[in-house]
């Protein structure tokens, strides 16, 4: 390394001779980048032969080069002006193949985790079973998303356990191929296509390029996989989600608030896609902070506030067991027919232009009570409680963030015409 | 409940090691390419080293006596633009490797497809390494070829030169190591412009201050950073108060090592 004294003199260097590699190099390192540059923008200005020809012509060991990092690959037909292969619309979900039976159950036990000194998540315990959507319910910060990411193996549980068919979820070798989870649909890079990011994440499970074809044209974005993810709206991101989800074909899925900063006909598309999993065998976990939606959509409930659990049960049930009712009465002689409802047991709130609504009567005994007394009743409607409100009801005590004014519970709890509060 | 879970837990066939191996870095290589700032940025490390490279030969070569410090050295005048410009635009694409993922969210995507962070950081510093590598040697042989050609006559030097082939292949591997040290700082600091001022603290600032110790200690301290250690690794005339080029060059491995390790121990640990 010491040898060489430079300021002796001159020493016989390369001549212009040494300029010919400099330019074949420079010259295909530029190239080499525009190649790949066209490659990402999923831009086909020659078909991939005509690329390997022309470097090749140009200089044979960059051909080779560009060879063995990977051949021209594009996403089926996706440049403007190539024929685009005949899908079908967004609309209907398809039915998915399934290539194994079964989903496994997702058992979350006595699950705590905390941040410092805030608890998200407080001694939880359900379980997810397979054949049946199961919406994950609970106000804005109740701890939907910190369960689910303790589910999946992104944070790491204070104590307790969440396991997929008996396994961590950090324990499964190809875990995309197990449990598929959409999270946080904009959780993607803005400079990639489509077509790439799926790519990307299919291939670390070993998932083939077919399958990814397969997930665009189930989720309608087939037309758009070589446009840059930066552009897509909301709910193209939201399809871009559960097409990752859906990747690895799983037998569990997970979905975090899938329906938010959807059109109507993209909840409904959800909707169905849901129960068309669930129809499977998969098991199905959809998170949401809406009731309404989850009524539609889910037929097992489980419902948390403030990280615990407040309802475990089926939809039905819920319904029946929470949606109170009661009977909007209007009568000329108002407060006698009020008074001799009261004296029977049940409770009667005031309502606008003199009506009142009796909680604790069905609408027959009203009638019946009213004709026995010889009082005329002009509107006799029977009325249920929403489901959303019988929801705010259950999650009130434990929301952490409401506006101010009236509390949930001041819609049903009824007050006697005397001004004593009742249940 | 038996059946169900009979049914339920159908495991596939567990892959063997090498095949989750080379599913993690098939992930890695996709994302790489599939960014097209990341081409831009390439070109902008090319750009920058040819061009430096050419003003300084044109300069040196026109100057029939060496510059003012010391006898001319026409390796480390080959490598000027390459390690002071070029390096420091793929230095960036390292920590955004990371970064970028973080601040988009898609890291909890990517360990949701590998649980082991391990094996996400390997599988990173391995392509982003790889291709640094690449980008590295190429940069170094051009411009090392540019350099004498434009020397030539008066100070240039062949590759056949004793030391000038382990010289130019040693320069190429500034690149790797400057790309992991961004790569592991990004892992650490999660933060875009957190881990490029802490990468270029490391890898210019930390020298510059080095410089301006007294005497012993310049070389004492300034012989274990990353440009002191590249120099002796480039260089005809070797500093007697630096490393040899073989300790130079575990000290251009041992800096990437640490740091990974670090960004390993900690990514290993946090929530994502």
């Known amino acids: 390394m010491t040898i060489g004294a430079t300021a002796a003199g001159p020493r016989p260097g390369p001549g212009a001779g040494a300029l010919i590699p400099i330019l074949v190099i420079a010259v295909a390192f530029a190239v080499f980048c525009l190649v790949n540059l066209a490659r990402t923008r999923q831009v086909r200005y020659l078909p991939k032969w005509g690329w390997a020809i022309i470097i090749c012509l140009s200089m044979p060991w960059g051909g080779i080069v560009y060879l063995i990092l990977g051949p021209v690959r594009e996403a089926p037909s996706l440049a403007p002006g190539y024929p685009a292969r005949p899908q079908p619309t967004a609309g209907a979900p398809r039915r998915f193949p399934r290539h194994r039976a079964g989903g496994a159950d997702i058992e979350v036990s006595s699950l705590v985790k905390r941040y410092g000194e805030v608890t998200a998540v407080d ?50 070798a190809r875990p995309l191929r197990e449990v598929g989870s959409l999270l946080d649909a904009q959780a993607v890079h803005g400079s990639r296509t489509a077509w790439l990011h799926l790519l990307s994440i299919a291939r670390s499970n070993g998932i083939g390029r077919d399958r990814v074809t397969e997930v665009l044209g189930l989720t309608g974005l087939d037309a758009v996989a070589g446009r840059r993810v930066g552009g897509f709206s909301l709910g193209m991101k939201q399809r871009l989600g559960i097409a990752t989800a859906l990747l690895g074909d799983p037998p569990v899925l997970m979905f975090d608030e899938p329906v938010n900063g959807l059109d109507p006909e993209g909840v409904r598309w959800i909707r169905e896609l849901l129960r068309a999993l669930a129809a499977e065998g998969r098991t199905v976990l959809v998170s949401s902070h809406l009731m309404s939606e989850m009524a539609m959509a889910a037929d097992q409930l489980v419902i948390i506030g403030r990280g615990r659990l407040l309802a475990d049960t089926t939809t039905e049930r819920f319904v029946e067991s929470n949606a109170r009712r009661n009977v909007l009465v209007a009568s000329p002689r108002a407060a006698d027919l009020a008074n001799l409802v009261t004296a029977r047991g049940a409770s009667v709130t005031p309502e606008d232009d003199g009506r009142f609504a009796v909680t604790g009567m069905d609408s027959p005994a009203i009638g019946d009570l009213a004709a026995e007394h010889g009082i005329a009743v002009h509107e006799l409607v029977p009325r249920h409680a929403s489901l959303e409100d019988a929801y705010l009801d259950l999650t009130s005590a434990s929301t952490d963030y409401r506006a101010g004014g009236t509390a949930p519970d001041e819609r049903i709890s009824s007050t006697a015409p005397d001004g004593t509060a009742r249940r | 409940m038996t059946t169900r879970q009979a049914t339920g837990a159908t495991a596939l066939p567990e892959p063997p090691a090498w095949q989750r191996a080379a599913d993690a870095l098939a992930f890695e290589w996709t994302k790489l390419r599939s960014i097209r700032s990341n081409y831009w940025t390439l ?10 490279t050419l003003i300084v030969g044109h300069t040196v070569g026109a100057t029939s006596a060496g510059p003012p410090p010391g006898p001319l050295d026409p390796l480390v005048v080959s490598f000027l633009g390459y390690a002071a410009y070029g390096v420091l635009p793929v230095t960036v694409l390292g920590v955004l490797a990371f970064t970028s993922e973080q601040s988009t969210g898609l890291i909890r995507t990517t360990f949701t497809a590998v649980p082991r962070r391990w094996t996400v950081l390997a599988a990173k510093a391995a392509v982003t390494g790889a291709a640094a590598v690449a980008a590295g040697e190429v940069l170094a042989f051009a411009c090392f070829f540019l350099t004498q050609a434009l020397l030539s006559g008066k100070h240039g030097v062949s590759l056949a030169h004793p030391g000038a082939l382990g010289s130019v292949l040693g320069a190429g591997f500034l690149m790797p190591s400057c790309v992991l040290v961004g790569l592991g700082l990004g892992a650490i600091i999660r933060h875009t412009a957190g881990g490029i001022a802490a990468a270029v603290g490391v890898i210019y600032l930390i020298p510059l201050l080095c410089l301006s110790l007294p005497a012993p200690w310049r070389t004492d301290f300034g012989r274990f950073t990353l440009p002191f ?39 290993a640990r946090r929530d994502a």
């Open chain 2, 229 to 267: 250690a590249a120099y002796q690794v480039v260089t005809l005339h070797l500093q007697a108060a630096l490393f040899s080029p073989a300790v130079s060059l575990a000290v251009l491995i041992a800096w990437p090592a640490a740091i990974l390790l670090i960004a390993g121990l900690l990514i």
């Open chain 1, 123 to 172: 001694g939880l315990s359900f379980s997810v079973r397979p054949g049946h959507v199961t919406g994950f319910l609970g106000p804005n910060g109740a701890g939907k998303t910190t369960t689910m990411r303790v589910i999946l193996g992104l944070a790491a549980a204070t104590s307790g356990s969440a396991v997929i068919g008996g396994r961590r979820y950090a324990e499964i």
């Open chain 2, 43 to 52: 070109l902008i490390a090319a750009a920058a080293s040819i061009g430096i």
